[in-house]
């Protein structure tokens, strides 16, 4: 199986992002700088964070110790603030630490280590006393901590260091931050750094009142000599965090978002991680199949292999041909395992979206189901087949079909009542098929239909035994979406009138993507299904007047009201089955069909009159 961690092992292509942010980082000349790299959930934001980290530890390394080429890198999880009160202390604290057991760890490159050593810790001092008690509230035994005037006396620019101190007795925050940024570009001048790199990671899974208090303690720092902050997110996270802390309104000849805006005034260098293509997929694919069925020997070797080939090709595929050509002839490697698997490679390029966390997971979900069914002695697995049926699962919108397939297979000894369904999924007409037209007609399920393997004649009992885990009723609703959706429909639920709500749901879902469009809908119907008068999800719905959420996608209707109690709707909500009637014939068919109470009936038919 394969580790959901980041890694320094790149499998990705992403060296090449690493090597431009490190020669960022090198030029003097762009310093300070703060460096968003943003993406997607699991797009691989972390990992490419630490292959910078060691591509800038290579390059110190290769310094010698040279003065001014030390380079100061500090990693810092956004899961470590203790609160939004000290999250600007928390992560001083973390770099000041950082300072500490890099002079200690190398006293042999430092001039005046006890010089530094003493003003490190007497900024540690203040910063602690500051966060956790003023001077009405410091005990005794935390006294003995503060500096004695002998203590100042060994600590250079006394004057500055008393003011500090000062400042901190006072509980003078602004003071102390603005002395503190003075002393420490000094201190890191003085000791000779080239850089001092702190990376901040998860920032998007915090809630937004951390998150506001990372980025206003980056802001402290922003023009402080020789600092790069490297910032690890989804930027509409972010945004949505700003406009949780600073409530403005926009104004409607307003051009772009005033949260966009102090975004970009924080981070000078957005840097995005661009999907990755159907060469890059298969090439990650493969390298994944390759080391977890190859020992680490051999799997080393074809890695080396790989870099040395995307040096010169940033866009070519580098698949199983590729890796056998370049073995020596003397080495014989078993590829079988890793070939016997390969089939699966354009079903999931296919029909996942591309993300290396997710495909990640597939595999191992894959890998699992096949082990079982090894324990269990089904030998006839194939696994192209069993991914055939995976990526059905896997889908947002369609899951449900995976359990539609269950039943009829299993009312059909495990065969489906395919006859020509797949060949008709492939022809302009679409499927004629009465008992699939209905629910299998969209484009994505008539592309997963006619794709390779056919499922004809394939009995799916054993298939579907290993991946019984899938087979629930109600799946729970954090698996489904992502946390950046759950904030996006939280942001949505926040917005308490109907102008609030028209003026700020375009940009929201404009912001999805398809599948993320689908994860909202999957909450709205998990909240309906509660209570399907819910006022926000209906001002959410009705407020769309453009039908961003839904297009003309008959599917996404349908899950909107799947298990929903529809005769307990209210008749506030005629706005929108009004706007949904002309889209389609099949549409209008299908609202119509929906058991509705005679109130909101009669409150349809008034409004189609108007």
Avoid at 89 to 115: C, G, H, Q, W
Wanted: with cysteine; proline share 4%.
């Amino acid at each position: 199986m394969w580790s959901d961690n980041e890694t320094t092992q790149d499998l990705l292509g992403y060296q090449v992002h690493a090597d431009l942010l490190k020669k960022i980082i090198l030029n003097d000349d762009m310093l300070p700088i703060s460096i968003g790299v943003f993406g997607n959930w699991g797009s691989g934001k972390s990992s490419l964070m630490l292959l910078l980290q060691q591509s800038l530890h290579e390059w110190e390394k290769s310094q010698q110790n040279e003065k001014h080429k030390i380079i100061l890198q500090v990693y810092f999880n956004s899961w470590q603030f203790e609160s939004y009160d000290s999250t600007k202390l928390t992560m001083i604290e973390s770099i000041l630490e950082a300072l500490d057991k890099d002079i200690n760890k190398r006293k042999d490159v430092f001039e005046r280590v006890d010089d530094f050593l003493e003003r490190i810790n007497f900024l540690k001092v203040g910063v602690f006393i500051l966060k956790k008690a003023y001077e009405n509230l410091t005990p005794d035994w935390l006294k003995k901590w503060l500096p004695k005037n002998k203590d100042l006396d060994k600590i250079t620019n006394k004057d500055k260091y008393n003011n500090l101190l000062e400042d901190v007795t006072k509980g003078n925050t602004s003071k102390f931050i603005a002395t503190f940024r003075e002393l420490f570009e000094e201190l890191v001048d003085d000791m000779g750094y080239k850089a001092v790199v702190v990376y901040i990671d998860d920032l998007d899974r915090c809630e937004p009142k951390r998150i506001i208090g990372c980025l206003e303690a980056v802001k402290l720092f922003v023009n402080v000599r020789k600092t790069a902050f490297i910032i690890g997110a989804d930027e509409r996270i972010i945004e949505y965090a700003i406009s949780q802390h600073y409530p403005i309104q926009m104004k409607k000849e307003d051009i772009s978002s005033p949260f966009s805006d102090y975004l970009e005034k924080l981070i000078q260098l957005p840097y995005k991680l661009p999907r990755l293509s159907d060469n890059e997929q298969e090439t990650y694919i493969t390298l994944l199949l390759c080391k977890n069925h190859l020992n680490h020997i051999y799997f080393n070797e074809i890695h080396q292999k790989y870099l040395e080939f995307r040096k010169t090709d940033k866009h070519s595929k580098y698949n199983i041909d590729d890796i056998k050509a370049n073995i020596p002839k003397d080495k014989k490697i078993d590829f079988h395992a890793v070939e016997y698997r390969l089939p699966t490679v354009p079903l999931i390029k296919r029909f996942l979206n591309g993300n290396p966390r997710q495909l990640k997971r597939f595999l191992n979900t894959l890998y699992v189901r096949q082990e079982l069914a090894e324990v269990a002695g089904f030998t006839d697995i194939r696994p192209e087949v069993l991914t055939k049926l995976m990526v059905l699962e896997y889908n947002t919108l369609y899951n449900s079909r995976f359990e539609e397939l269950y039943k009829l297979q299993n009312a059909n000894r495990g065969v489906l009542p395919l006859d020509d369904v797949e060949q008709e999924a492939k022809t302009e007409n679409g499927i004629q098929n009465p008992q699939w037209k209905d629910n299998w007609s969209s484009d994505y399920l008539r592309q997963w239909l006619s794709s390779d393997p056919s499922l004809k004649d394939i009995n799916l009992q054993n298939y579907f035994w290993i991946a019984r885990d899938a087979l629930k009723n109600e799946k729970p609703i954090a698996s489904l979406v992502t946390n950046k959706v759950m904030l996006l429909f939280r942001r949505l639920c926040t917005l308490q009138t109907n102008s609030m709500m028209k003026r700020d749901l375009p940009g929201i879902i404009n912001a999805c993507d398809d599948s993320e469009k689908d994860m909202i809908i999957h909450l709205i119907n998990d909240n309906l299904r509660k209570d399907p008068k819910s006022e926000n999800c209906w001002r959410i719905l009705n407020c769309d007047e453009n039908n961003l959420l839904f297009g003309d996608k008959i599917d996404r209707l349908k899950l909107l009201f799947s298990n929903i109690k529809t005769e307990d709707i209210d008749t506030k909500t005629d706005i929108f089955f009004v706007r949904m009637l002309p889209l389609s014939n099949e549409i209008h068919n299908y609202i119509n069909s929906l058991p509705k109470a005679n109130p909101l009936t009669k409150a349809i038919e008034r409004k189609i009159q108007k």
